[in-house]
């Protein structure tokens, strides 16, 4: 009787004991696809943001806007 416990026993603790490998390697195989799916999605994401946010051009040379003044001799002088 004893050693047909003891066989049952160690029966049932190989089986589990294989259960538990078989769940730890699903469970990485699904961290290493969000840990993938993440990665995608942060490349994805830095390569559209070059292209939403310019950055200026440093050594460009910054002038003031053009206008176009009037001279005091083309404009017509006012008679009192």
Known sequence: MKTI???TLILFVATNSACTDTRKEAEKAKADADAKARAEAAKKEME???KVFRSRNI????????????SAE???AKKS
């Open 74 to 76: 083309t404009t017509p």
């Open 59 to 70: 050594f460009e040379k910054n002038e003031p806007p053009k206008t176009e003044t009037k």
């Open 5 to 7: 416990l003891t066989l």
């Open 48 to 50: 559209t943001l070059p």
